[in-house]
């Protein structure tokens, strides 16, 4: 089997043809501009390429409801023109075998658990801090996924005692992206000292809390058997990732206990390679 | 096919012998004393029944996990002597066939998804408000568990503002379940003005924002196509159903959308068949 993976980020798209995460064929880039560009450029790669399935891994929202009428279109994005745009028909048709459409994090979050830092589990979670956060949950094997896809980003959480800062996310102010993603950093310090911040900045205690609030949630609700904590917040602040794991087991406070062995909270494994392989573990999900 | 379904509760235990939900052919109930006791008469009854599949949904907390040297064991229940105690073991001996084990609330989280508040729906929730908080939550139509079942009563949340009841969970105070459950009710108010307390008493506020929260986690978490809140706690006050719902659309403000149609919180509508029904449904996820 072969397998043709895209996927499609805010600035550029990634198609791989691979057989699997060890063997990839052919690796194309386009620059993502407008709509029909980009996707006419990748469903021309696609059309000389000979593949099996395709899985899609695309930035968001998208409509991953496969009884709704715009079932793999991106919905409310505020990249310029991309609002309502069908993904997953032009390509769909442009490959003309089945295609496995999700989100970049949840195509992600299956491969760091097929290849990466989630290797032989079956229930996992991938938390990506960088421009928003971005959770990617994994149960019995599936990204799960009902009328949407996991928004865990946009949880309101117990704040920390004492931290008086109102959030940076629009719609819901201190919710978790609201307190730790970038702009959140940036709106806390000015863009101008974000770069420069200590790793014994008093701010990265509250970044730390918000994210371990974060995942005393995923353990509630999911109790995948790790989780992986990245992102472009956590890549500069490498401390951070023990820090949450710290208080995760305070605020867990002996009610569930973390498996033992390995670091319950881990790095991503597959780098910048999780999207394009993302994808390929998506289109692993099809049966043709 | 006829199934086995037997439900474990505090106070006493129900063993059902039913094809479906329609038809239940032989129904007995033994009262929960000590584990040998208890066990030993569900024995009893279960090796007189023809069945093909068995299946139990037990109060908890429950080991789930099929790799666990304790899977089907009761872990560390306050309940005097069933700590440890091995239900699965006994109970699938005594049958001789397939068993499935799992929570009471997941069980009953299956059969309202079958036959009650969440009929057609492979991704729902089901929330039990009462002496504690349970939650159970069905993503891709299988429970959802890692090393542990759903918790998400156990879930800390966003305060209401001015409300600063330390909350009466002994092991994060303030979580869910110490702002909602019944003892919260007691602790605030005294158990002798519970029973009184007025449909627009300001408590209530209170109760319905912390159950917002949860219900706004879940969503973003999950997006279950409906939610399924019940228990004690809402039989006693109804008008708390659409409060929880009014102030869970103001809490996600706008960022997700609840599907249209139906209201997507529900009271449940199995009432106390919930819990053997629950065991019916495991039994039929079963493949003798």
Redesign the interface.
């Known amino acids: 089997m072969t397998y043709a993976g895209v996927e499609l980020g805010g600035t550029k798209c990634v198609a791989i043809l691979a057989p699997g995460p060890g063997e990839v064929l052919a690796r194309e880039t386009v620059p993502t501009t407008s709509p029909e560009e980009t996707l006419g450029a990748i469903a021309n790669i696609l059309s000389r390429w000979q593949f099996q399935a395709l899985g899609i891994a695309s930035f968001g929202p998208v409509d991953l409801d496969p009884q709704s009428a715009t079932y793999g279109h991106i919905t409310s994005t505020p990249k310029p023109g991309w609002a309502g745009t069908d993904v997953l028909g032009p390509l769909r048709h442009a490959a003309g075998v089945p295609a496995a459409f999700d989100t970049d994090v949840n195509g992600a979050a299956l491969a760091e658990m097929r290849w990466g830092s989630g290797r032989g ?1 079956q ?2 979670a991938y938390v990506t801090v960088g421009t928003g956060v971005g959770v990617g ?1 994994i ?2 094997g ?1 990204p ?16 920390l005692q004492g931290d008086k800062f109102a959030g940076s996310c629009p ?2 102010g ?1 919710c978790v992206e609201g307190l730790a993603a970038g702009p959140s950093l940036i709106a806390r310090v000015g863009t101008e000292h974000v770069a420069g911040l200590a790793g014994d900045d008093p701010l990265w205690k509250s970044v730390a809390w918000a994210l371990a ?1 974060l995942c ?10 790790a989780i992986a904590v990245g992102g472009g917040v956590l890549d500069n602040q490498p401390h951070l990732l023990r820090r949450i794991e710290t208080m995760l087991v305070e ?1 867990l ?4 206990t ?2 033992a062995g390995a670091p319950y909270l881990r790095a991503p494994a597959l780098g910048r390679d999780a999207g394009p392989l993302g994808a390929i573990a998506l289109a692993m999900t099809v049966r043709p």
């Open positions: 589990f229930d996992f949950l149960a019995n599936l799960m996924r009902g009328f949407a896809h996991c928004e865990m980003g946009h949880i309101r959480v117990a704040r719609f819901h201190d609030q005393h949630t995923i353990v509630c609700a999911a109790a995948p058997r605020s406070n002996g009610y569930m973390l498996p």
